[in-house]
Structure formats: C-alpha cells, structure tokens
C-alpha cells in the first residue's frame, strides 16, 4: 500500500510542478477570468429575456447581462482548464513514455493526471463563482461553482486528449477554442435564437449550462444535470485514457529469436562451410620433427 502512495505522491508533484510552471496560464486565471465575466455584465443590456429552463421546466425572465455573464465564466473555466492539462499533456508526452517504458505504473500516472485536473478545475471554479457574486447574487451559488467545477473538469479531459493524440499545439489550441465558443455560444438564448432546440443537448456543456442558468435564477435543484455533466466527464476521461495509453506504448521491438536450422519452411537449411584457418608459421616450425 506504501509503495502505491508513495508511486502516485511523486506522479501528482511531477504533474502540479508542470502545470506551476505554466505562468501564462496563471496569468490567464487571475485575468482572463474577471476581465471576460465583467466585460460579458457590462456590456450586455440588462433587458430580461424570456427563456425556458429545460432542466426544472420552469418560465423565466433573466437580465441579459447576467445571463450572458454566466455563459461567460463557463466558457471561461472551460478554455483554461482544457489548455492547462492540453499544454501538460502536450509537452509532458515524452517524460511520461520514457517513465512508462522504464516501468513506472502507468496508472498512477493517470490517477495523477486527474488529481490535478480536479485541484485545477475546483481553484478556477471557486474564483469564477466569486467574481459572479462581486456583480450579482446567484440564487444557488454553490450550485453554481459545481456546474462550473463538472465543465472544467470535462474540458480538461478533452485537453488531455487532444494533447496525446495531436501532434502540433496549435491544432489542440484551435480544437479547444472552437469547441467552446461553439458549444456555449449555441446554448446563450441571448445569442442565438435556437437555444431551446432539442439537438443542444448533446453539446458537451448541456449539463453544466443547465445547472449553471438554474443556480443563478431557480430555486430548484437540478442533480440530473449535473449527472449528465458528469457522464461528459466520464466519456471524455476515457477518451483521453486511449490517447494515454496510445502515447506512452513502448514502440520498441523485441529482439528477434534466433530460428534453428531448417525451422518456418519445409527446405532444409544446411549450415555453412567452416573453413579452415591457415597454420601459423609457428605452428609449422613446432609441427616438423
């Protein structure tokens, strides 16, 4: 039981020392964070707009601007978190192969990977909920931060999967950004008239955009939701375990058998003709009586 402690607190320290050193994405947490879900109150007019909640059934009239502020800190949580475990992944492909091929356990490296993916997601959740409530007050803040902690949380397994399977960063950056602003630009009635089609529920932040509108102007808890998110979650972990898998295979051969004379083939193989060495000079000196 110690050795597997002790193989998974060295597996999370090398993962938490790699996201550490990614500064531009601390920047981006302190920053992009409130400078984003501010920017989205602020601009937005605060006109209430008529909207029904498909997860509680109910009619309501949210301002726009909060509203708007919500899909905001959602597709802020998202984009950081999927590029921290994507540039992670992406430039920790190497080290984790040669530990896998050295014969570190592969799953504790997994089981690293989504420790820190969950400690990465709870800090950003935590600080987007806070500066929600800095602006306004949501109904069910906790709720709030759990719908956004299950995006970030499916995201970041996105980015662990992109960051394993894709061989230049900007194509993970491209498939990261426009996942985002596709899944929740679609899912914003302010934004786009087709919000309530039925087809948004397969988008992978349906469930976290659900619950995060709910916990902001509803009372009514949404915990079929969340499961949803969750199940996102599951499907994108799994995904992202075979593009693990796949990138930390050994690809070395092993060493070919030597095949006895005649084996695999119906032809006898005879074997070569020894030749004989010369005698040496001295040999022939020794041999004369």
């Known amino acids: 039981m110690r050795f597997h402690l002790a193989r998974f607190a060295l597996a999370t320290g090398f993962a938490l020392t790699e996201h550490g050193r990614n500064r531009f994405a601390v920047v981006l947490v302190i920053l992009f964070v409130p400078l984003w879900t501010t920017l989205a109150y602020l601009a937005m007019p605060d006109t209430p707009a008529l909207m029904r909640l498909q997860a509680t059934g109910?009619?309501?009239?949210?301002?726009?601007?909060?509203?708007?502020?919500?899909?905001?800190?959602?597709?802020?949580?998202?984009?950081?978190t999927g590029f921290m475990m994507f540039a992670a992944t992406f430039s920790g492909n190497r080290f984790d192969r040669r530990l896998a091929m050295a014969g570190y356990p592969r799953i504790h490296l997994v089981l690293a990977k989504v420790t820190a993916l969950a400690l990465i997601s709870a800090?950003?959740?935590?600080?987007?909920?806070?500066?929600?409530?800095?602006?306004?007050t949501p109904r069910q803040p906790l709720l709030?931060?759990?719908?956004?902690?299950?995006?970030?949380?499916t995201y970041g397994a996105l980015g662990v999967g992109f960051?394993?399977?894709?061989?230049?960063?900007?194509?993970?950056?491209f498939a990261l950004v426009m996942t985002s602003i596709i899944d929740l630009a679609l899912q914003n009635p302010i934004t786009s008239s087709g919000a309530d089609n039925p087809i948004m529920r397969y988008l992978p932040s349906y469930g976290a955009m659900q619950a995060g509108t709910?916990?902001?102007?509803?009372?009514?808890?949404?915990?079929?939701?969340?499961?949803?998110q969750l199940s996102w979650f599951a499907g994108a972990a799994l995904v992202a375990l075979m593009g693990?898998?796949?990138?930390t295979?050994?690809?070395l051969l092993a060493n070919p058998q030597p095949t006895e004379?005649?084996?695999?083939?119906?032809?006898?193989?005879?074997?070569?003709?020894?030749?004989?060495?010369?005698?040496?000079?001295?040999?022939?000196?020794?041999e004369a009586p």
């Open 58 to 80: 109910e009619t309501l009239r949210p301002h726009g601007n909060e509203l708007t502020e919500i899909s905001g800190a959602l597709n802020a949580v998202t984009l950081i």
């Open 123 to 136: 800090t950003v959740a935590a600080y987007a909920t806070a500066v929600t409530c800095l602006a306004w």
């Open 144 to 153: 709030l931060a759990a719908a956004l902690f299950s995006a970030g949380l």
């Open 163 to 173: 960051g394993s399977v894709l061989r230049r960063e900007v194509e993970g950056m």
């Open 214 to 228: 709910a916990a902001g102007f509803s009372t009514n808890p949404v915990p079929r939701h969340l499961a949803i």
């Open 244 to 247: 693990f898998r796949r990138s």
């Open 249 to 251: 295979r050994s690809t």
């Open 261 to 286: 004379p005649g084996s695999g083939s119906g032809t006898p193989c005879l074997p070569a003709r020894r030749h004989a060495a010369a005698p040496s000079a001295t040999a022939s000196h020794t």
